[in-house]
Structures are given as structure tokens and as C-alpha cells.
């Protein structure tokens, strides 16, 4: 179901997809089909289905579509990072020819690009494979530019990089913002901006770096923070209490450190665990106790919160009008840890407040648990998320037209 109403509606700002005129048209869409390959095929699919109702979009009216995206991290032209299994199911889940073409772009990827008629799909080769795509390079840009009439950004998860088929040739089409990133800025800006009170926002993961942006946003827009995973040892450690062998960088330590007396006049109550389950290393065979308390001794690892942490997490959620969650619990991967960060997101799956979920492992787990469906909104990018949320302005929605 294509959510209503077009940019301007959802309140980011840019031109949509959903208002351009298509039929007839060879369209160049930047998706994130950035996703797991195991034995040559696509392994979680999950990406790709978030991209299809823009393609579908744009198939239904009339237009020919050359699909452009990066596949993890190539060094040159690495076939094992190569667009072909992404082609074949998209294939299998569109109800369109999908082609792959031979490189990201040259003579002949234009040719068969200028062959394409409405309701074909030609997805370009791994757009890294080409080494101007991170440098923003100018010619890249122009040659992408050259193989449609309209340009469509539906790759949120990159939207926060100011590449070649992100950025440069969105200066160079007509551009627009498909259903997809349109979506994610809206859900995003809202929780960041005009969240339904109380806003309670849970935040996880190993190093509070990654987080301290979004911690330092909110400490004056939200109403509870809840901080899990490996990044409450920093704060532990900054509070002068024992981490034993628990996951810790000095950067993260001495962010801790400022965010502390920052917290105690702020708006936000800045909640931290009270108890913890610990283990003698990350393993899922290692030996486990339950530590009621916080300082963790020689020898041990804090490798997931504790039941009484989790209850009082769970009660803190079910009481929000909007619930912010980027971030584990725990290692949940290892099922001696994965008690406190299933608690949560049974929580948040069960909160009766508008729900966000942030991407990466956070969405790892709703879908491990069986309950990615359960959420108002699951968001596909990463750091994308967190850059939008600490209020930082994405190069990818910037550089298109205004709505």
C-alpha cells in the first residue's frame, strides 16, 4: 500500500514520485538493494521489498526503468559483489522484464538503456564498481544522467552519502523523491520534530559515538531515554564503576562522560540498567550468570540487560505516545543474551503509542522475533537514521527538487 498523499503532504519537502508524470518516460531510480548474498543468492530480500512499490509506481504508469545500487563494499570489480543475483529476484518479484546490464555505464549500457520499452527494467551493475561513486565525480554523474529523463531517489539507507547516484546527478535531472525515502524522512522528521508525548526513545548497540548526536538531541525533546547494550558500560565506566571485561572505547567513555551532567538538567530522565546477565565471553557456549547490580566483575562480560531492566524498559514503552527504538538490548544473536533486547521489542510490538524502529539490528531482531509487522515504522538505513534523527540534513534528499 502506497501511503497517501505526496511529499509536501508527508512534510519533507521535495518533489514526490507520486506526482510526476511518467508514461513514456525512462526513469532512473537509485535504490538500496544493498543486501546479503549467501552461495550466489540473495539471502534477506527484505530491501528489495521495500523498493517495489516505487518500481511498481512507476512500471503501472507506463514508464522504462534503469535501476542503479551499490552491493557492499567492492575492491575494483569483484563478481562475487556483482548485481546479478539482485536482478534475478527482482525478476521473480516483479511483474516486469528485469535485465542486467553489463556495467554501471558506457556506450553499451546507454544503447540498451535507449532500447528499453515502458514496463522493462534495466538494473545497472554495482554502482561502486566504478571508483568515482564515493567521490561524488562529476562525469559519473553526467554519464547516469544520460541514461534517463527523470531521476527518483528511493535509496534512504544511502541518502546520508553524497555519491554519484545519490547526489551529483540529482543536480543533473529532473529528481524527485520516491515512495520510500519519502516515507522514511517523513516517519524520521516527525519523531524528531512533532512526536505524540510522552516521546520514549531506547537506544542500544555497542558505542555511544555512534549514538551521542541522537542522545544529545533528544535529552531536551524526549521524555524518557533508555539506554541499553554494550554502550551503558561507557556510562558505567564514566560513573567510576567497575566493567569488568564488557565491551568499552575510550571515545565512547569520554562522550559518556559529558552527556552525564548534561543529563541531570535536561528534560529527558536518562534511564541506565540495574541489573545485567553476564558471560565469560561472546559465546554462545560460555558460561552465564545473572548480576543484580551493575558492577561487573574480573573476568566477566556484560553481554545483555537484566529481567528487572527489561520489565521497568517494558513498562516505560508501553506507557509512550511515540517510542523511538534504535538499538539491541544485547548480544541477542547469542540466545544466552537475547532475553533483554526480545523484551523490548515485544514492548514496543505491543505499545499502543506510534512506534519507529530504527534500522540495522534493531530491524534484525523485530524480524528474528516474528515482529517487524507489528511496528507503525521500520526504517531501512542505518546511519542514514541516526544522521536524520540527530538533525543532520542528508545530501541524497537535499539535491532533489523542491516539492
Not at 498523499?5 to 526513469?27: F, H, N, Q, T
Not at 536482478?87 to 518479484?93: P, W
Not at 564515493?134 to 531517489?153: F, H, I, K, M, R
Not at 545483555?304 to 544485547?330: E, R
Request: charged share 25%; proline share 5%.
Amino acid at each position: 500500500m502506497h501511503p497517501a498523499g505526496g511529499g509536501a503532504a508527508l512534510g519533507i519537502g521535495k518533489a514526490s514520485v507520486r506526482d510526476a508524470e511518467v508514461k513514456g518516460r525512462r526513469v532512473l531510480v537509485r535504490a538500496d538493494l544493498n543486501v546479503p548474498l549467501e552461495d550466489g543468492k540473495v539471502a534477506d530480500d527484505t530491501r528489495i521489498g521495500a523498493s517495489l512499490p516505487t518500481l511498481e509506481l512507476l512500471l503501472e504508469g507506463g514508464a522504462s526503468v534503469v535501476l542503479v545500487s551499490h552491493l557492499g563494499r567492492p575492491k575494483d570489480r569483484d563478481p562475487k559483489l556483482s548485481m546479478a543475483p539482485v536482478a534475478a529476484r527482482l525478476d521473480e518479484l516483479l511483474d516486469a522484464e528485469v535485465k542486467l546490464a553489463p556495467a554501471v555505464v558506457g556506450d553499451e549500457v546507454r544503447s540498451l538503456a535507449e532500447k528499453l520499452e515502458p514496463g522493462q527494467v534495466l538494473l545497472l551493475e554495482n554502482s561502486r564498481y566504478e571508483p568515482g561513486e564515493t567521490g561524488d565525480d562529476p562525469e559519473l554523474a553526467d554519464a547516469l544522467a544520460s541514461l534517463a529523463d527523470l531521476y527518483v531517489n528511493d535509496a534512504f539507507g544511502a541518502a546520508h552519502r553524497a555519491h554519484a547516484s545519490t547526489h551529483g546527478v540529482a543536480r543533473r535531472l529532473p529528481s524527485c523523491a520516491g515512495l520510500l525515502l519519502e516515507r522514511e524522512v517523513s516517519e524520521l522528521t516527525k519523531v524528531r520534530d512533532h512526536p505524540e508525548p510522552p516521546l520514549v526513545t531506547v537506544l542500544g548497540g555497542a558505542k555511544v559515538t555512534d549514538k551521542i548526536g541522537v542522545i544529545e538531541r533528544f535529552l531536551d525533546r524526549a521524555d524518557e531515554i533508555l539506554i541499553g547494550g554494550a554502550m551503558c558500560f561507557s556510562f558505567f565506566k564514566a560513573e567510576g564503576r567497575d566493567t569488568g571485561d564488557s565491551l568499552l572505547d575510550d571515545a565512547s567513555v569520554e562522550a559518556a562522560r559529558e552527556v552525564l551532567p548534561r543529563a541531570k538538567r535536561a528534560k529527558a530522565r536518562l534511564h541506565l540498567p540495574e541489573d545485567l546477565v553476564l558471560g565469560r565471553e561472546l559465546s554462545v557456549n560460555t558460561e552465564v550468570q545473572e548480576l543484580n547490580g551493575v558492577d561487573v566483575p574480573e573476568g566477566w562480560m556484560g553481554l545483555d540487560i537484566g529481567s528487572n531492566t527489561a520489565a521497568k524498559y517494558g513498562k516505560l514503552v508501553a506507557g509512550g505516545g511515540t517510542v523511538l527504538w534504535n538499538g539491541p538490548m544485547g548480544a541477542f544473536e547469542l540466545a544466552p543474551f537475547a532475553f533483554g533486547t526480545r523484551a523490548v521489542a515485544e514492548a514496543v510490538a505491543h505499545a499502543s503509542g506510534h512506534t519507529v524502529v530504527g534500522g540495522g539490528d534493531s530491524a534484525a531482531a523485530m524480524a528474528e522475533f516474528g515482529l517487524a509487522d507489528r511496528v507503525d515504522w521500520l526504517s531501512t538505513g542505518g546511519g542514514a537514521s541516526l544522521e536524520l534523527l540527530e538533525g543532520a540534513e542528508l545530501p541524497g534528499v537535499e539535491a532533489l527538487n523542491d516539492a
